[in-house]
């Protein structure tokens, strides 16, 4: 079966300070792969997918940026930390090419920027 | 673009009873996906149930059923015999059944109350 590792589960980082959020799939192949935030008492807002190695799109113009070095492997970055990057974000896949497939959700990052 | 909205921030319902969640959504496609999303308080989102818009059958799953009206662009959840477990944030999305992408739609989610 497919499983999806998403790290650290929280973490605190003082404003300026760099990111890395993880996350990895396991039990299937080319996967689509996202980062999606969720603000305190919002919804969802997806941040990057990605259809393939190397393949990313950005939905929102931001201090973040992602990474797909391997097939199922995405991470979250950033150079410096803003206050307003706080917020709990959640890495997901969804089978590839295959119209209508439910996206599968980590446990999430609840990231504090001090 | 394609919109969701959910009308009720927060329900409430009493513990076995049936509770029905609103969902409208805004499309100009004629084939799409619809899901309803549960979010616990430990925050990790579970799928709830899939409805493809092309089926006019309404779906279920155990005590989770939906009431997909095409026409009227609206999908609700009911959930029958509500257990405390129940309680949660739940979450209508929308995808387009074009492209391989798969960039659900959210609602800004309904906070689900259960009360013994």
């Known amino acids: 079966s497919q499983t999806i590792h998403q790290w650290p589960a929280t973490l605190v980082q003082p404003v300026g300070s760099p990111l890395s959020l993880e996350c990895t799939v396991e039990?299937?192949?080319?996967?689509?792969l996202y980062w999606y935030r969720q603000a305190a008492g919002r919804g969802l807002q997806l941040l990057f997918y990605?259809?393939?190695?190397?393949?990313i799109s950005s939905e929102v113009p931001q201090n973040l940026s992602a990474s797909r070095p391997q097939d199922r492997q995405f991470i979250l970055s950033s150079k410096k930390l803003l206050l307003s990057d706080s917020g709990f974000y959640l890495c997901?896949?969804?089978?590839?090419?295959?119209?209508?497939?439910?996206?599968?959700f980590g446990n999430g990052t609840r990231l504090t920027v001090t | 673009a394609q919109t969701v909205t959910q009308s009720q921030p927060e329900m409430s319902v009493q513990e076995a009873e049936t509770v029905t969640l609103s969902c409208t959504y805004d499309t100009s496609e004629s084939d799409y996906y619809l899901f309803w999303y549960k979010q616990p308080p430990s925050r990790q989102m579970i799928l709830v149930i899939r409805q493809e818009a092309y089926k006019q059958q309404n779906a279920t799953e155990n005590r989770f059923s939906v009431n997909f009206q095409k026409a009227a662009k609206s999908f609700s959840l009911k959930i029958s015999d509500s257990q405390l477990g129940d309680a949660a944030m739940y979450f209508c999305?929308?995808?387009?059944?074009?492209?391989?992408?798969?960039?659900?739609?959210f609602g800004k989610g309904t906070k689900l109350t259960v009360n013994p």
């Open positions: 039990g299937t192949s080319n996967p689509n």
């Open positions: 999305a929308y995808v387009g059944a074009q492209g391989g992408s798969e960039k659900l739609v």
């Open positions: 997901a896949w969804s089978r590839g090419h295959s119209a209508g497939s439910p996206l599968h």
């Open positions: 990605s259809i393939g190695i190397d393949q």
